[in-house]
C-alpha cells in the first residue's frame, strides 16, 4: 500500500448514521492534521526503509563474513594440506635418500668387502703359492743335489776319462774310437749300447770331419736322453683305490729297505700305507721291514715264517680295502735258485690279489743293486725268465762309480726305471726322472 493510499484511507468519512451537527472549525483542524499525518506517515515508512536497510546490511555482512571465513577456511586448509604435502613429500624423500643412501653404502660396504676380500684372498693365494713353489723348488734342489752327489763317483771316472783322452787331439779316427769305446765300457755302459753309441759317433764324424770335447758331451747326452726313454705304456688313471705294488728281487739288493723308503715317501705326501710282509721264506725279512714299518709309522701285515705268502698277501689286501689305504706295498721271497718255484709262488700271490682288485697289483718292481754293474743287469734277465716286471728300482746308486748300468739296463731290458736310491737315510729314495738323471750325470 502506497503512502497516499493510506492518506486517504485515514481522511476517509467515516460512516456514521447520526446526524451531527456542524462546527465551524472544522474545515481548519481537518487540514492540519492532514499535514501532520503526511509527516508521521513519511516518517514512518523513512523508518521502516531504513529499518529495512538495517536488517539488509546485516544479512550482507553475515553472509559476506561467511563467505570469507569459508574462504579463510579453505585457504587455510589448502595451505595446511600443501603444507601437510610437503612436509609428507619433503619426509618421504628424505626417507626414500636415507633408505638410498643406506643400501648405496651397504653395497658399497658389500663391494668393498668383497673386493677386500678378493685381494685377501690373492694376497694368501699367492702367498701360499709362492711358499709352495718356494717349498717344492727347495725340494726340487735337494733331490738335485742328493743326486748329483750320487752321481759324482759315475761323473768323474766318466768324464775324467774323457778329458784325458781329449788332451792333446782335434782329429777323429780309429784310435779315438777304440778310446772312447773303452771308456763307455769301463764305465758299465755295456758292449751292446756302447756299440750303439760308437755308430752314432762315427755317422757324426762322417758328416762333419770334426769332433771336439762338447760337441762329443752333446752326441753322448742326446744318446743316452734316447735310450732312456721307454714307453711305459698307457697309465690308468681311473684305478681305484688301494693302488699295489708288488715288489720282487733277490736278496741282498736293498729290496726291504726300499720298500721301507718308498712307504715313508708317499706317507710324506700325505698317502695312507699299508706294507704286506709275503716274503716268508727267511724270518730276518720280516723282522727287518716289522722295525723299518715301525720306525716310519706304518701298519704292516705279517704272519710267522712259512706261513703261505699268497695267504699274507690277500690279508693285505683285505685290511687295506677296509681302512681304506692309498698305497700296498708287498715284500716277496727273491729265491733265484729255484725259479719254478718263484713263478709259481709268485703266481700264486697275483691271483690272491687279484681275486679282491682287478688289474691288481698294478706294479711290479724289480729291485735291482747298481753296484754290481753288469751283473744287476744279467741277474734282471734271470729274473725276467721266472717274473713278470713292469719296473725296475736301482738301489745304492750312490755308492758306486758304475752309474753307467742304469743306461745298460734300460737299453737292453726295455723297462722303466722307477725309483732310485739315493743314499742310506730313510728318505733318500727318488722317482727317476731320466732328463735330471742326464744333466746331473753331465753336469
Not at 99 to 121: A, G, I, K, L, T
Not at 225 to 254: A, H
Amino acid at each position: 500500500m502506497g503512502i497516499f493510499d493510506k492518506i486517504k484511507q485515514i481522511f476517509k468519512p467515516k460512516e456514521n448514521n447520526d446526524i451531527s451537527t456542524p462546527n465551524k472549525f472544522d474545515k481548519k483542524v481537518t487540514q492540519e492534521d492532514v499535514l501532520n499525518k503526511e509527516t508521521i506517515l513519511q516518517k514512518d515508512v523513512i523508518n521502516e526503509n531504513l529499518a529495512s536497510k538495517s536488517v539488509t546490511s546485516k544479512e550482507v555482512q553475515q553472509e559476506v563474513q561467511q563467505e570469507v571465513q569459508q574462504e579463510v577456511q579453505q585457504e587455510v586448509q589448502q595451505e595446511v594440506q600443501e603444507e601437510v604435502q610437503q612436509e609428507v613429500q619433503q619426509e618421504v624423500q628424505e626417507e626414500v635418500q636415507e633408505e638410498v643412501q643406506q643400501e648405496v653404502q651397504e653395497e658399497v660396504q658389500q663391494e668393498v668387502q668383497e673386493e677386500v676380500q678378493e685381494e685377501v684372498q690373492e694376497e694368501v693365494q699367492q702367498e701360499v703359492q709362492q711358499e709352495v713353489q718356494e717349498e717344492v723348488q727347495e725340494e726340487n734342489n735337494i733331490q738335485k743335489q742328493k743326486l748329483d752327489r750320487t752321481l759324482d763317483k759315475t761323473r768323474d771316472g766318466f768324464f775324467g776319462k774323457m778329458k784325458l783322452f781329449f788332451s792333446g787331439k782335434n782329429k777323429v779316427d780309429d784310435e779315438f774310437l777304440d778310446q772312447l769305446e773303452e771308456m763307455l765300457i769301463t764305465s758299465d755302459v755295456g758292449v751292446k749300447t756302447t756299440v750303439k753309441i760308437i755308430d752314432l759317433v762315427e755317422k757324426y764324424v762322417l758328416k762333419n770331419k770334426y769332433l771336439n770335447q762338447d760337441e762329443l758331451k752333446d752326441i753322448l747326452k742326446n744318446q743316452i736322453i734316447n735310450l732312456l726313454s721307454i714307453n711305459q705304456g698307457e697309465q690308468n688313471t681311473q684305478i681305484s683305490k688301494p693302488y699295489v705294488i708288488l715288489f720282487v728281487g733277490v736278496n741282498g739288493v736293498g729290496k726291504t729297505t726300499t720298500i721301507a723308503k718308498l712307504a715313508n715317501f708317499f706317507k710324506n705326501q700325505g698317502k695312507s700305507v699299508l706294507i704286506g710282509a709275503a716274503d716268508t721264506f727267511r724270518a730276518a725279512a720280516i723282522d727287518q721291514l716289522d722295525k723299518w714299518a715301525n720306525k716310519i709309522d706304518v701298519p704292516i701285515v705279517k704272519q710267522k715264517m712259512g706261513s703261505d705268502p699268497a695267504a699274507v698277501a690277500y690279508d693285505t689286501i683285505q685290511s687295506a680295502i677296509a681302512s681304506n689305504m692309498d698305497y700296498v706295498i708287498i715284500d716277496t721271497a727273491g729265491r733265484l735258485h729255484n725259479k719254478i718255484n718263484l713263478m709259481s709262488e709268485l703266481e700264486k700271490i697275483a691271483t690272491a690279489i687279484g681275486k679282491l682288485i682287478p688289474l691288481a697289483p698294478h706294479e711290479v718292481v724289480l729291485a735291482l743293486d747298481a753296484s754290481t754293474g753288469q751283473n744287476a743287469l744279467e741277474q734282471a734277465k734271470q729274473f725276467l725268465k721266472a717274473t713278470k716286471v713292469t719296473h725296475l728300482a736301482l738301489t745304492k746308486l750312490d755308492g758306486t762309480a758304475k752309474g753307467g748300468v742304469v743306461i745298460s739296463i734300460c737299453d737292453q731290458l726295455s723297462i722303466p726305471i722307477k725309483y732310485i736310491g739315493v743314499g742310506e737315510q730313510i728318505d733318500d729314495v727318488q722317482l727317476f726322472d731320466k732328463m735330471q738323471f742326464v744333466e746331473s750325470l753331465f753336469k
